[in-house]
Every structure is written in C-alpha cells, then in structure tokens.
C-alpha cells in the first residue's frame, strides 16, 4: 500500500445507488485488509461478483512447498542454481518452491505462456522479483506492465493473470502476514519520508480499470489447495476503483542507497518488510570512503536469521563463484562472511557495481527437493581455499 489512488468512474458517496446512463445499477465490491480496519480498496462492477456456476478441487496450480531432510542436513551454506529450473508452461502452474518457512515461501518462476485462468492467492500477498523479460499483470485495477528489474507487489486474494510474451523469469516471495513498506519510512500521515530511499513516483500503478471480456476459471488457493470456479460472467467488469490497495510495480535500480564514513549494517538496504522477514536492495553505489575503510562486508555471526542473496549481475565483493541467477542461503547458527582474501581485497574500492536482492528470516528457511535439484556442490567448502 503506497497511497491512495483512483480510477475510472466513481459515484459521489461510497455504498449509495451509483447507475449507468441506461438507469442500470452498478455493484459495489469492499476489497478489505484486517478485516475492516484495515487499508481497503471500493470496486464498482457491471454484474455482481458473487454467482459462480460450479465450484471444485482443482488439480491444477503449482506445488506447496515440502522439506526434504536430506537437502538441509548437516547445516551448512548453499548455493543454488535458478538457471536449472526448467522453462515453459504458465505461472498459474510453474512455480517452483525452494524454500519455505511459516512466514514465507520462495518461489522460481520461468513461465512462457499467458495464463489461461484467473488466480487468487489466498494464503498470502505476493512480492516478485522480475529477473528477466517482460510482462502485463492483469487485475481489477487496470493493466500493470513490468520489466526485468521491477518488483511486482500483488495483494491477498487479488485476482489477476499474467500474459508473457516471451519467457517471465522470476522470483516470488508468498507472506502470509503481508508485504509493506517499513514503517520507519512514512510520516504520521503516511506519506514517504524525505530521507526514504525511495518516492511516490517511482511506484508504477495499474493504468485504470479495465471493464472488458476474459477467461471465465477462477483459481483460488486457500491453505495450498487449488479450488476451481467456473463464473457467470466475466470478472474484469469494473468501471472504476478507489483505494489503497492495488497491484504495483518498482524499478530496483530507482532505490536510493545509503552509504557512509565505513561499513554500515545491512539494514541500510531495507526495500520491504513482512513481520517474519526483510527484503533488501543492492544496487550500484558508492562505497565506504574513510581512509581506512573496509568496504567489503565484515564476517559476522547473525544469530537470529537465515539470509538468502539471489546474485543478478555486477562484481560481488564479498563473493566468488557466483553469477546471475545463483541464489546463496547463508543459515543462522554458521558464521557469515566474505570468501577468503575478499575483506583484504576490498580496501582501496571506491564504488560496486553490484545488483542483487537479499531477504533475511528470522525463522530457519528449509530447502525443498526442487532446492536440492539446483543446488551447487562444493560452495561452503569454498571457504577453505
């Protein structure tokens, strides 16, 4: 939720006869967070939302996430590969979970298909990495167009559609407990804060409702069961929207990173947070410049988080062996820090190049078989050369 927006056609007042130019009613939609205390979007649609013609289990969808015991034992740090998840097919049904825990899972997408369906993620709100290609969401909202690079945020329950030209890799984060700005970055009226490392205007919003024909399957996922609804009429009817809560995109390289005197903790970095984990933005920056400083990042024992790092391109100080597309998971109850020789070699830098996407937990983060597929050998005994 980044402030609140409108469009299309609205009636004067909320929950009051509001009719087109032939006397027909239009019909109100309340989209509520927090029950209804929360932020919350007021749809106006041509036909009710309500009918449906049949409902069923579906036996489409993608995974739920499972462990597999024998691909986080013994405790040690992982690299692995999204470059081995296999192209093809829909997002609908081609996402790949490597990793989990009760506050999120992380999913690998390389989707070359539009989907054919509509989708609704019950079981949380979804923050996506675009990696590579581009795309059009589709949502009640409008049309939201997204480019390698861009995070897409797509609220709980929403329903939308991907249409791909081409192939969409990604990554998505699914969080329960929701995805939001910190805190820490708004004002008491809710507005970004000067000293944020981001504005208004670099979040891309939906371009207006849509009110045109479209699939009649709804999918809706609901404690990682697929339910399958076949509508009455199509849902992409809505005339006009008013609200805080809708899908949208932000460029990474719009963040304005912090830098100072020496090393400043990771935190500086901070782009989203849900209440079990943060996501972070390396982007290109100045360094550290005391005289005498270190840029590269200090070992150090985190205690309380896991932390991931999906490597998208540039020279990473800390880190060798890595390229685009490697995703490293460092758990908590091991010492982190920079491949040997990287912390000496660092001294004298004075800007990275480096991109790159980081999300700590503070729940242990437990691979999946698909993670086990992907992994590289050899990468914690990397640190012993």
């Not at 990682?224 to 460029?251: I, K, Q, R």
Request: aromatic share 12%; glycine share 10%; charged share 20%.
């Amino acid at each position: 939720m980044i402030e609140r927006r409108f469009a299309g056609i609205l009636p004067p007042k909320p929950h009051t006869a509001f009719r087109d130019a032939e006397g027909h009613l239009y019909y109100e939609e309340m989209f509520t967070r927090g029950g209804f205390s929360g932020a919350f979007t007021y749809f106006y649609h041509r036909k009710p939302i309500t009918p449906t013609r049949d409902v069923a289990v579906s036996t489409r969808g993608f995974h739920a996430p499972a462990a597999a015991e024998d691909a986080h034992r013994p405790l040690k740090r992982r690299l692995y590969d999204s470059n081995k998840i296999p192209a093809g097919g829909q997002a609908i049904d081609r996402r790949v979970p490597v990793l989990f825990n009760g506050d999120v899972t992380v999913y690998l997408v390389r989707a070359t298909e539009t989907d054919d369906a509509y989708f609704a993620n019950g079981d949380g709100d979804e923050l996506w990495y675009v990696q590579d290609g581009a795309a059009r969401l589709e949502s009640p909202c409008g049309w939201l167009d997204v480019v390698s690079g861009d995070y897409v945020w797509v609220p709980h329950s929403m329903m939308h559609r991907w249409h791909v030209g081409g192939e969409l890799r990604a990554m998505a984060l699914e969080a329960p407990a929701g995805v939001m700005i910190p805190r820490e970055f708004r004002n008491p009226v809710g507005q970004l804060k000067m000293d944020a490392p981001y504005t208004h205007r670099d979040f891309v919003h939906p371009g207006g409702p849509l009110a045109q024909d479209g699939p009649r399957t709804l999918l809706v996922k609901k404690g990682g069961v697929f339910s399958h609804y076949t509508l009455a009429h199509a849902p992409m009817d809505v005339v006009g929207w008013d609200g805080f809560v809708y899908p949208w995109a932000f460029a990474i390289e719009k963040y304005q990173p912090k830098t100072g005197l020496v090393h400043l903790p990771p935190t500086i970095h901070s782009t989203f947070a849900s209440p079990g984990f943060l996501v972070c933005s390396f982007v290109p920056r100045v360094v550290d410049y005391h005289p005498q400083a270190i840029p590269c990042p200090y070992p150090h024992s985190s205690v309380d988080c896991d932390e991931i790092i999906l490597y998208l391109r540039g020279n990473f100080t800390s880190r060798r062996g890595v390229g685009p597309g490697c995703i490293s998971l460092h758990p908590s109850g091991i010492a982190h820090g920079p491949h040997p020789g990287a912390y000496e070699g660092s001294i004298g830098t004075t800007r990275t190049d480096e991109l790159a996407v980081m999300m700590d937990t503070f729940k242990p983060l437990v691979p999946t078989a698909q993670a086990k597929n992907i992994e590289v050998e050899g990468y914690h005994e990397s640190w012993a050369h």
